[in-house]
């Protein structure tokens, strides 16, 4: 009587058990994947009202930013507008939204977009911003605008 029958039996057994072990772990990563999936959803789903909200926080920002001298003086009015913009940047972290530093930094492709260059100082630093940009759970959600250095 001969053994091979039974061996390839067996064989077809450690085939099957592997195959197994290999669907099993296929749809273990699988459900990792639809995991993670699911919480970068609920992570960024408030994504576009942040963004519209960030576009007011630009126009607020520009209106302290050149606020005439006489209105600066009139401490409590001007103090009351600043306070406003902090408890908004303030409100906004709380949400995992950062601006982004681009002050003194070299130019970095993956958060900054260089919209212009100028001469007279350090190669691909930023000389300014033109607009802020902003991370959301440390993912870029609007780049920097800034001119660059040549």
Do not use: C
């Not at 029958?5 to 197994?20: D, F, G, L, M, Y």
């Not at 990792?32 to 994504?47: P, S």
């Amino acid at each position: 009587m001969s053994d091979e029958p039974i061996i390839q039996e067996e064989r077809n057994e450690e085939v099957t058990k592997e195959q197994h072990l290999r669907l099993a772990a296929d749809f273990e990563n699988y459900k990792k994947m639809i995991e993670r999936q699911l919480v970068d959803a609920i992570k960024f789903a408030n994504q576009s009202v942040v963004l519209a909200m960030i576009e007011v926080m630009d126009h607020f920002d520009q209106v302290i930013a050149h606020a005439p001298e006489s209105a600066r003086a009139s401490d409590e009015w001007y103090q009351g507008l600043e306070q406003t913009g902090k408890s908004f940047h303030e409100a906004m972290r709380q949400y995992g939204v950062e601006r982004i530093q681009t002050e003194g930094k070299l130019f970095d492709p993956t958060i900054m977009e260089a919209v212009s260059q100028m001469s007279g100082g350090p190669p691909d630093k930023v000389h300014s911003e033109i607009r802020a940009g902003y991370k959301m759970h440390k993912r870029v959600i609007r780049p920097a605008r800034v001119i660059i250095y040549k």
